[in-house]
């Protein structure tokens, strides 16, 4: 069984930058693809990107593309978003999931929830 802790939450003014961690237990990361979601107030859950297993691809959503960026520390399994130029409208809280999908298809899939951390950008 996998588990994922967020960390990193909290309140940002807009334009700033913020830095979300996700800690994976049960299984490495370095076997894992790593997506980031998150949901606003009201709103359905959307995907924002995700890491595949092996580091080197990386899918993210068009109104993050080009801000946002996802990393990998495998020693310390861990996933990291950074979240730059940062919007009211990215407001929301921000889940970690984790995936065993091998295919072209491997950003789907995600099996694995963190209970996510909230993210408030202030304008």
């Known amino acids: 069984q996998v588990q994922l802790v967020e960390s990193g939450g909290g309140t940002v003014q807009a334009g700033g930058s913020l830095g979300l961690s996700c800690v994976a237990s049960?299984?490495?990361?370095?076997?894992?693809?790593a997506g980031w979601f998150r949901q606003a107030p009201g709103k359905a859950r959307e995907f924002v990107g995700a890491l595949k297993w092996s580091g080197d691809d990386t899918h993210y959503a068009d109104d993050v593309e080009g801000r946002f960026f996802i990393s990998k520390d495998d020693a310390k399994n861990m996933v990291v978003l950074q979240m730059n130029s940062l919007k009211p409208e990215d407001t929301a809280t921000y889940y970690c999931a984790a995936g065993m999908r091998y295919d072209n298809r491997w950003y789907d899939g995600m099996e694995y929830w963190g209970k996510g951390t909230l993210v408030t950008v202030s304008s």
């Open positions: 049960g299984r490495s990361f370095g076997a894992l693809n």
